[in-house]
């Protein structure tokens, strides 16, 4: 609180999420360099500090991260900058590389991350039955966890991440207060405003007593970021198709360590200065009609309707200008750039891949459109990449939908990419901005099949199903036999109890028998008379 007289003015915590103003950034720069030059600078790391300098983004973490503590939020920014400074340089995490890590741990997959939830943002776990207390070097444990966090810090380009403490099949064994204690010591200091979540899976009872310690310990905003999820609520936060099946979902993935991939700076593609603005395909059969028919639309609905979409489209494409022009237009580099090529997938449909880079100096945000949208499936069909970052789209259409090569060829792609100011956005704020701005690049891309005998039944000159099918068939019957064998287990699980109360029930059933026998030998005795 600060006094003004006789007046007293409390100061009340910020809102969350809310990000700072650039005054507000500048003031918690100064501030906070000013604290790191009475500590001396040589105390912490160079790329931390001129990071502080050059990356208003970085600064607005500090911000938000503590905008539920009392007192001034700019003073409690500033104040948590020299902490973390400090912690980053003790531990040395600029020394940390995947190299030089304890590889019994990272490849035990204890620790990893895949997939996201529903708030787009990346998932790492902590498998808590494949960690035992002091079986490994806690140093070694801490090193592969801060590893994933700085990894996560250079492929998310800051955004937020979400825990998951795996407890299926944990026992006291496994639950590590002092691991547990470190990584809640990460989010609440050495890595400000990182957290979206900690969802903890199937928590068993016996550990719920050391988990009440955990959350006694945290504040308020902290506790509200725990999730207890179950197979049955885990979806409610991460979809079907990013929960691996022990989580309850649809992904089969196995854990094996896959080593980081270093992003390289990527040389700009030139475009064109005279770039149309994306249409959506009604707005292409609009600016088709004569002008006649646009002052009075209601009068030629027939025309309107039956006026064929991808013809409207392919007007429309080949009216765009196509020649490279100026670097700095440029957002994505999109490869194909011209035509997607189809082939016969493994699953017996016809696929492409489209890769999108992002080569421009801001985060872009993307969305993909096309003539036939019901019948070709695009994922991601939107979303954003930071800056060098890479994606690969993969486009599936059934060969039902494809009597012919001439059928594909007649159907467009376009992309449309605009740039961000903020990676601070939820996927709903990205896709209104991608309806209502002006695109700042758009690659249009024609369809095309391999070859005619893409098209062709999937068999073999013999008769026998090909390599690659055989390959999915095989994959799919080792679904199938895991499910089996799960539910035999559980099967043979549920008999073992059937057969324990069964035999458990005879045994009582027995007991009660000689207990009745022997209350009744006992009341058939003759009742002794004292002699007098």
């Known amino acids: 609180e600060a006094s003004q007289g006789n007046c007293v003015t409390h100061i009340m915590p910020g809102v969350q999420d809310k990000p700072p103003s650039k005054q507000e950034v500048q003031d918690v720069r100064q501030k906070a360099l000013a604290k790191l030059e009475e500590e001396g600078l040589g105390n912490f790391l160079a790329n931390d500090i001129a990071k502080l300098k050059s990356n208003d983004?970085?600064?607005?973490?500090?911000?938000?991260?503590v905008f539920d503590l009392p007192g001034d939020q700019g003073d409690n920014a500033a104040g948590l900058v020299p902490k973390t400074f400090k912690w980053r340089k003790e531990f040395g995490v600029d020394k940390i590389d995947e190299k030089d890590l304890n590889q019994s741990v990272l490849n035990k997959g204890s620790l990893?991350?895949?997939?996201?939830?529903?708030d787009g943002m990346k998932l790492?776990?902590?498998?808590?039955s494949k960690h035992v207390k002091g079986a490994d070097s806690m140093d070694d444990v801490k090193k592969v966890l801060v590893y994933y966090l700085e990894r996560l810090s250079r492929e998310e380009e800051g955004k937020k991440i979400s825990w998951v403490f795996d407890c299926k099949?944990?026992?006291l064994k496994n639950m590590d207060l002092e691991l547990i204690n470190f990584i809640i010591a990460c989010m609440e200091t050495s890595y400000p405003d990182i957290l979206n979540y900690i969802y903890i899976f199937e928590m068993p009872w016996i550990m719920g007593a050391a988990f009440k310690v955990v959350k006694a310990a945290l504040p308020a905003a902290g506790v509200a970021k725990l999730k207890d999820v179950t197979k049955s609520t885990f979806g409610q936060w991460v979809d079907d198709d990013n929960r691996i099946e022990s989580w309850g979902g649809n992904d089969d993935w196995q854990f094996k360590f896959e080593p980081e991939v270093k992003k390289q700076k990527q040389e700009s593609v030139q475009i064109a200065h005279n770039e149309s603005i994306y249409e959506e395909p009604n707005e292409i059969r609009q600016r088709k009609q004569p002008s006649s028919y646009s002052t009075h639309p209601s009068s030629t609905p027939t025309s309107m309707s039956s006026m064929s979409r991808s013809e409207s489209?392919?007007?429309?494409?080949?009216?765009?200008?196509s020649v490279r022009g100026d670097p700095r237009s440029q957002v994505l580099r999109v490869s194909p750039d011209q035509e997607i090529i189809f082939s016969p997938s493994s699953s017996g449909d016809l696929s492409a891949r489209v890769q999108l880079t992002n080569v421009s100096d801001k985060i872009t945000a993307y969305k993909v459109k096309t003539t036939s949208p019901e019948k070709f499936r695009v994922r991601p069909s939107t979303g954003s990449l930071g800056q060098g970052q890479t994606t690969t789209m993969e486009i599936h259409v059934s060969k039902s939908q494809v009597p012919n090569s001439a059928s594909l060829s007649r159907d467009k792609f376009l992309i449309s990419a605009i740039t961000l100011d903020s990676h601070e956005m939820s996927p709903q704020m990205i896709q209104q901005m991608l309806k209502k701005n002006k695109p700042e690049g758009q690659y249009r891309l024609r369809c095309k099949i391999s070859s005619d005998e893409a098209l062709r039944p999937s068999q073999a000159a013999n008769g026998?199903?090909?390599s690659d099918m055989a390959e999915e068939v095989k994959k799919e019957a080792a679904k199938v036999m895991k499910k089996l064998n799960s539910v035999i287990e559980k099967q043979e699980n549920f008999e073992s109890q059937m057969m324990?109360?069964?035999?458990?029930?005879?045994?009582i059933l027995v007991l009660n028998f000689l207990l009745l026998i022997i209350l009744l030998f006992f009341n058939s005795c003759p009742e002794q008379v004292p002699v007098s």
């Open 313 to 321: 489209v392919e007007e429309s494409i080949y009216s765009y200008a």
């Open 500 to 507: 324990f109360l069964v035999y458990g029930g005879m045994g």
């Open 169 to 171: 099949n944990a026992g």
């Open 57 to 65: 983004e970085y600064v607005s973490t500090f911000w938000k991260h």
């Open 112 to 118: 990893f991350t895949h997939n996201r939830d529903k």
């Open 124 to 128: 790492i776990a902590l498998a808590m």
């Open 464 to 466: 026998a199903v090909p």
